[in-house]
């Protein structure tokens, strides 16, 4: 009973006090996801339902958009931390490519298959601590940095990825015990209603539950967010965090995710080619932003990356589905997107808005601006006087 | 008065002895001992030759104007900065930290000047960062956040250790940089300007915290600009001037205008010329026009409807608690914001236009309360800082020329007496002290009629106050209006000729400088309008 009450009391002072802010700056975005997610998901029931008993919202369905798009959302886990951080990963689509690769030459020739899928998914990590080590140690711009990786994987993906007569091409993956891994499954349900669950989805959730970990767990997490202040980890580091090695750390994470969403992409589509994963990168981008991460970095969570990869391939079942050229796809990406983004940007200066009117000594917005742009205007209207 | 210290162990009589708990620590041993640490700077010896020593169970303050290396001592004891020379030993052993870790693992914990928390992560997480409970790779949430409120309970802060950070006001975060330095078992805990922005309750329990600690035998770095604190809760003070060790003595023994003789290298009669000289200032012009002119001038949301004049040679106090309406009333009469109340009139025309730029056609000058984010230009230099609103003022077709420009620069730099002396430094190497200096000569430059100084001393140590309230004293009697903003109340009493009075965004009064008028009796007229409602 009292511990009911404290409960409520808790929950009420909480709600009051703090809840508003919380709810408008922090949580509203994933929020807004987990909405968009929710209308989209009612939106296919009532349209696509009814024939023959089928049903949108349902286990097969739901099952097959998450095996479709469990590297995206590995590749989208990676990239938050990186985006978390106020950085940038150009590199992961061609890292992508490269792994295929590694994997469609190392098959053939003998190499275990445990052994080769390690070795892929090292390769990931090895990209990433290349980043990590230009960003943090030489000072290079992340999106310069992870730029050169990018056509770095892509120009080693293109020497690896040839064939015996050493042509260019895709390469398919022939190998007895990988189409096993890429064929396997746990079966649930019967006849219409059944519904499986492979390799990739597991690996994907396990990824996600593990990121969640780390980045909500561990002191290094913390560090992520610490960063991601924009004081380029300075606080952290005072406060005796190491921002340092942690944004190495940050770069090798996105590498290791790009490594397995190799892996992932190389078990769906059974080939290695050096043009997988072209303008990959950014669909996990866009996905990280759609999830409500904010790209000047310090906000977020991984969950909502994973709901914006689901937004993502929901529009790329629908679009089909209405009779709409495949194209159309990526038009409606960008209007979600832009969507998304504006909706940052609003609870952004709602943010700045509540605080200024709140009276903590933030700066005022409008008035800094003023002082700053003070000597350009001022400029304009003296010369027009005279 | 002790000189340069010898090693001989601090001798009673020590307000410590008196509790009769000294017993358990052995407060003879120095913990810290600096012996002569030197670093510098491009262009700045921000340490030259420094000794410090600090013992067990002893508040220890360290003294001195802005620039004179308090900070830069305490970042290389924390591993900051890395000295270019000397030693530091903790407990005996010569130590040389690279990084704030090490030094927080030899059981230094620091709460610096600037806030070094992380805002977008909760208070529980910034109090707790670095010590927080696990369960084995994992930290444990729940725990962490009731770790957390206790620590913030030492401090009487009851909030939800579960918001985030920068949700709330400054002086809260202070706090929790204070709750966060005290979470570890420290022997040094070091507290930079932690008073800055906390109130009289926050700060006795910041007191009472450092006193508990203090009887465990922690040894304390306390600085702070606010003398009265530092006489209040300081065992010893150890004084800087300019990067250098001035000397170190028990608090008991140092009267206070001693230590700020010793502070501001100047002698007590120096000092008493200069307090005098400021407070003299009579004003000039009786029965002028009004220079600017507010009736019935308010907006809402932001100030309650006003009258105030400004006359020519006259110093306006505005006097009254933060978030009073001071800063509101001098950025009405500046023309930042439109009102949607009442007139404002300046030299008897009507404005009609609120922007800045009219506002510095009308030589009306703004001087920000928000030196940090509103008014340096940290990556100019000191002389591109200085000619900004000269400039801005002339448009950019009408550069100013090299001498001329040459010459106001010099001009203000040694009317001003801003050091280091050289215009081509970029502003943020300047302490806090010399960077308003800077803004000073900046709307200076342009000349103004009416200058708006809202908190122009905040942060500034004793020697520069007493400068700069010199220097606006100087512009009265030149005929500038000036309006004067400031918390200390005695500040606003000892340079202005008259005082509006201002609560809760309301200007309840206004009074002539005079003999008879105190802070105290200020401080009943704000006290007894909050009955009347």
């Given at each position: 009973?009292?511990?009911?009450?404290?409960?409520?009391?808790?929950?009420?002072?909480?709600?009051?006090?703090?809840?508003?802010?919380?709810?408008?700056?922090?949580?509203?975005?994933?929020?807004?996801?987990?909405?968009?997610?929710?209308?989209?998901?009612?939106?296919?029931?009532?349209?696509?339902?009814?024939?023959?008993?089928?049903?949108?919202?349902?286990?097969?369905?739901?099952?097959?958009?998450?095996?479709?798009?469990?590297?995206?959302?590995?590749?989208?886990?990676?990239?938050?931390?990186?985006?978390?951080?106020?950085?940038?990963?150009?590199?992961?689509?061609?890292?992508?490519?490269?792994?295929?690769?590694?994997?469609?030459?190392?098959?053939?020739?003998?190499?275990?298959?445990?052994?080769?899928?390690?070795?892929?998914?090292?390769?990931?990590?090895?990209?990433?601590?290349?980043?990590?080590?230009?960003?943090?140690?030489?000072?290079?711009?992340p999106f310069i940095a992870s730029l050169a990786v990018l056509f770095l994987a892509r120009g080693l993906s293109n020497v690896i990825g040839v064939d015996e007569n050493g042509v260019v091409r895709s390469l398919a993956i022939v190998h007895e015990g990988f189409a096993k891994l890429a064929?396997?499954?746990?079966?649930?349900?019967?006849?219409?209603?059944?519904?499986?669950?492979?390799?990739?989805?597991?690996?994907?959730?396990?990824?996600?539950?593990?990121?969640?970990?780390?980045?909500?767990?561990?002191?290094?997490?913390?560090?992520?967010?610490?960063?991601?202040?924009?004081?380029?980890?300075?606080?952290?580091?005072?406060?005796?965090?190491?921002?340092?090695?942690?944004?190495?750390?940050?770069?090798?994470?996105?590498?290791?995710?790009?490594?397995?969403?190799?892996?992932?992409?190389?078990?769906?589509?059974?080939?290695?080619?050096?043009?997988?994963?072209?303008?990959?990168?950014?669909?996990?981008?866009?996905?990280?932003?759609?999830?409500?991460?904010?790209?000047?970095?310090?906000?977020?969570?991984?969950?909502?990356?994973?709901?914006?990869?689901?937004?993502?391939?929901?529009?790329?079942?629908?679009?089909?589905?209405?009779?709409?050229?495949?194209?159309?796809?990526?038009?409606?990406?960008?209007?979600?997107?832009?969507?998304?983004?504006?909706?940052?940007?609003?609870?952004?200066?709602?943010?700045?808005?509540?605080?200024?009117?709140?009276?903590?000594?933030?700066?005022?917005?409008?008035?800094?601006?003023?002082?700053?742009?003070?000597?350009?205007?001022?400029?304009?209207?003296?010369?027009?006087?005279? | 008065?002790?000189?340069?210290?010898?090693?001989?162990?601090?001798?009673?009589?020590?307000?410590?002895?008196?509790?009769?708990?000294?017993?358990?620590?052995?407060?003879?041993?120095?913990?810290?001992?600096?012996?002569?640490?030197?670093?510098?700077?491009?262009?700045?010896?921000?340490?030259?030759?420094?000794?410090?020593?600090?013992?067990?169970?002893?508040?220890?303050?360290?003294?001195?104007?802005?620039?004179?290396?308090?900070?830069?001592?305490?970042?290389?004891?924390?591993?900051?900065?890395?000295?270019?020379?000397?030693?530091?030993?903790?407990?005996?052993?010569?130590?040389?930290?690279?990084?704030?870790?090490?030094?927080?693992?030899?059981?230094?914990?620091?709460?610096?000047?600037?806030?070094?928390?992380?805002?977008?992560?909760?208070?529980?997480?910034?109090?707790?960062?670095?010590?927080?409970?696990?369960?084995?790779?994992?930290?444990?949430?729940?725990?962490?956040?009731?770790?957390?409120?206790?620590?913030?309970?030492?401090?009487?802060?009851?909030?939800?250790?579960?918001?985030?950070?920068?949700?709330?006001?400054?002086?809260?975060?202070?706090?929790?940089?204070?709750?966060?330095?005290?979470?570890?078992?420290?022997?040094?805990?070091?507290?930079?300007?932690?008073?800055?922005?906390?109130?009289?309750?926050?700060?006795?329990?910041?007191?009472?915290?450092?006193?508990?600690?203090?009887?465990?035998?922690?040894?304390?770095?306390?600085?702070?600009?606010?003398?009265?604190?530092?006489?209040?809760?300081?065992?010893?003070?150890?004084?800087?001037?300019?990067?250098?060790?001035?000397?170190?003595?028990?608090?008991?023994?140092?009267?206070?205008?001693?230590?700020?003789?010793?502070?501001?290298?100047?002698?007590?009669?120096?000092?008493?010329?200069?307090?005098?000289?400021?407070?003299?200032?009579?004003?000039?012009?009786?029965?002028?026009?009004?220079?600017?002119?507010?009736?019935?001038?308010?907006?809402?949301?932001?100030?309650?409807?006003?009258?105030?004049?400004?006359?020519?040679?006259?110093?306006?106090?505005?006097?009254?608690?933060?978030?009073?309406?001071?800063?509101?009333?001098?950025?009405?009469?500046?023309?930042?914001?439109?009102?949607?109340?009442?007139?404002?009139?300046?030299?008897?025309?009507?404005?009609?236009?609120?922007?800045?730029?009219?506002?510095?056609?009308?030589?009306?000058?703004?001087?920000?309360?928000?030196?940090?984010?509103?008014?340096?230009?940290?990556?100019?230099?000191?002389?591109?800082?200085?000619?900004?609103?000269?400039?801005?003022?002339?448009?950019?077709?009408?550069?100013?020329?090299?001498?001329?420009?040459?010459?106001?620069?010099?001009?203000?730099?040694?009317?001003?007496?801003?050091?280091?002396?050289?215009?081509?430094?970029?502003?943020?190497?300047?302490?806090?002290?010399?960077?308003?200096?800077?803004?000073?000569?900046?709307?200076?430059?342009?000349?103004?009629?009416?200058?708006?100084?809202?908190?122009?001393?905040?942060?500034?140590?004793?020697?520069?106050?007493?400068?700069?309230?010199?220097?606006?004293?100087?512009?009265?009697?030149?005929?500038?209006?000036?309006?004067?903003?400031?918390?200390?109340?005695?500040?606003?009493?000892?340079?202005?000729?008259?005082?509006?009075?201002?609560?809760?965004?309301?200007?309840?009064?206004?009074?002539?400088?005079?003999?008879?008028?105190?802070?105290?009796?200020?401080?009943?007229?704000?006290?007894?309008?909050?009955?009347?409602?």
């Amino acid at each position: 009973m009292s511990s009911a009450l404290q409960w409520i009391n808790r929950a009420g002072a909480w709600g009051v006090k703090y809840g508003k802010v919380l709810f408008a700056s922090r949580f509203l975005p994933v929020i807004g996801t987990l909405a968009t997610l929710v209308i989209m998901l009612i939106f296919g029931q009532i349209r696509y339902s009814g024939r023959m008993g089928y049903s949108f919202v349902s286990l097969p369905v739901l099952t097959a958009l998450l095996q479709n798009n469990a590297y995206l959302i590995v590749l989208a886990i990676g990239m938050t931390f990186v985006i978390l951080s106020g950085g940038i990963d150009l590199s992961v689509g061609a890292v992508v490519a490269l792994t295929t690769v590694v994997i469609a030459r190392l098959l053939p020739v003998g190499v275990p298959l445990g052994i080769t899928l390690i070795i892929a998914v090292l390769v990931g990590t090895a990209m990433g601590l290349l980043i990590g080590v230009m960003v943090q140690s030489f000072g290079i711009q992340p999106f310069i940095a992870s730029l050169a990786v990018l056509f770095l994987a892509r120009g080693l993906s293109n020497v690896i990825g040839v064939d015996e007569n050493g042509v260019v091409r895709s390469l398919a993956i022939v190998h007895e015990g990988f189409a096993k891994l890429a064929s396997w499954s746990i079966k649930f349900g019967e006849g219409r209603a059944i519904w499986r669950i492979n390799a990739s989805v597991l690996i994907a959730i396990a990824v996600l539950i593990i990121a969640y970990l780390v980045l909500h767990h561990t002191r290094f997490g913390r560090t992520v967010y610490g960063i991601g202040q924009g004081d380029n980890g300075m606080a952290a580091g005072l406060m005796g965090l190491n921002p340092e090695r942690s944004k190495i750390a940050i770069y090798m994470i996105s590498g290791t995710c790009a490594g397995i969403a190799g892996v992932l992409f190389a078990l769906f589509m059974q080939t290695g080619f050096c043009q997988h994963g072209i303008g990959m990168e950014l669909d996990a981008i866009a996905a990280v932003v759609i999830g409500g991460t904010l790209l000047a970095g310090g906000s977020g969570f991984v969950l909502g990356s994973a709901a914006g990869v689901l937004v993502y391939g929901l529009i790329f079942v629908f679009i089909p589905r209405e009779g709409l050229d495949a194209t159309w796809s990526r038009i409606f990406m960008g209007v979600i997107l832009l969507l998304f983004v504006l909706l940052q940007r609003a609870i952004t200066v709602r943010g700045e808005k509540r605080s200024a009117g709140h009276g903590a000594k933030k700066p005022q917005l409008a008035s800094k601006k003023a002082s700053i742009d003070e000597g350009h205007r001022d400029n304009r209207t003296e010369v027009n006087d005279e | 008065m002790v000189g340069i210290p010898g090693h001989t162990p601090p001798h009673l009589p020590h307000p410590f002895d008196l509790e009769g708990v000294l017993s358990a620590v052995d407060q003879t041993t120095e913990i810290v001992t600096v012996t002569g640490a030197s670093i510098s700077f491009p262009g700045v010896r921000a340490l030259d030759g420094v000794d410090f020593r600090l013992f067990p169970g002893e508040i220890h303050s360290l003294m001195g104007e802005n620039g004179a290396g308090k900070s830069t001592l305490i970042k290389a004891l924390t591993g900051v900065y890395q000295l270019d020379s000397g030693t530091v030993e903790i407990a005996g052993e010569q130590v040389r930290f690279t990084s704030p870790v090490q030094a927080q693992a030899a059981g230094i914990s620091t709460v610096y000047q600037e806030l070094n928390l992380i805002s977008n992560l909760t208070v529980a997480e910034n109090v707790m960062l670095g010590h927080e409970p696990k369960r084995g790779p994992l930290i444990r949430t729940r725990a962490m956040r009731e770790a957390a409120t206790e620590h913030l309970e030492r401090l009487h802060l009851r909030i939800d250790p579960a918001s985030m950070l920068g949700s709330h006001m400054i002086g809260v975060q202070q706090l929790c940089a204070i709750a966060r330095a005290t979470a570890v078992q420290a022997k040094v805990l070091i507290l930079d300007e932690p008073t800055s922005s906390l109130d009289k309750t926050e700060v006795d329990a910041l007191f009472s915290v450092m006193r508990d600690l203090k009887a465990q035998g922690v040894a304390i770095i306390f600085i702070s600009h606010f003398l009265d604190q530092v006489y209040e809760i300081a065992d010893r003070i150890t004084v800087l001037r300019n990067g250098k060790l001035v000397g170190e003595w028990e608090t008991t023994q140092l009267p206070k205008f001693q230590l700020i003789s010793h502070m501001v290298g100047k002698t007590a009669d120096e000092l008493a010329a200069i307090a005098g000289e400021a407070a003299a200032g009579e004003r000039v012009t009786q029965d002028a026009e009004p220079l600017a002119q507010a009736i019935g001038l308010g907006r809402r949301g932001m100030i309650e409807p006003f009258d105030l004049d400004t006359y020519p040679g006259e110093i306006v106090g505005l006097a009254g608690l933060l978030g009073s309406g001071r800063t509101e009333v001098a950025r009405l009469l500046y023309g930042l914001e439109r009102p949607d109340h009442g007139t404002l009139t300046v030299r008897g025309r009507q404005v009609r236009r609120f922007a800045p730029r009219h506002s510095l056609r009308r030589q009306v000058a703004y001087s920000t309360e928000d030196r940090k984010v509103e008014g340096v230009v940290g990556d100019l230099t000191v002389r591109e800082n200085i000619l900004l609103a000269l400039q801005a003022r002339r448009g950019p077709f009408k550069p100013i020329g090299k001498k001329e420009a040459d010459e106001l620069v010099n001009k203000f730099m040694t009317s001003l007496d801003i050091t280091p002396a050289n215009p081509d430094l970029p502003i943020k190497n300047l302490s806090g002290g010399n960077q308003q200096k800077v803004l000073l000569a900046r709307w200076l430059a342009i000349s103004p009629a009416l200058l708006l100084l809202d908190e122009p001393l905040r942060g500034i140590d004793v020697g520069t106050k007493a400068e700069i309230q010199r220097i606006i004293a100087d512009l009265a009697r030149q005929g500038m209006s000036v309006v004067f903003i400031s918390s200390e109340l005695e500040e606003v009493l000892r340079i202005s000729h008259r005082i509006a009075i201002m609560r809760d965004r309301r200007k309840i009064g206004e009074e002539v400088n005079s003999q008879t008028l105190t802070s105290s009796k200020i401080f009943e007229t704000i006290a007894s309008s909050q009955e009347l409602r």
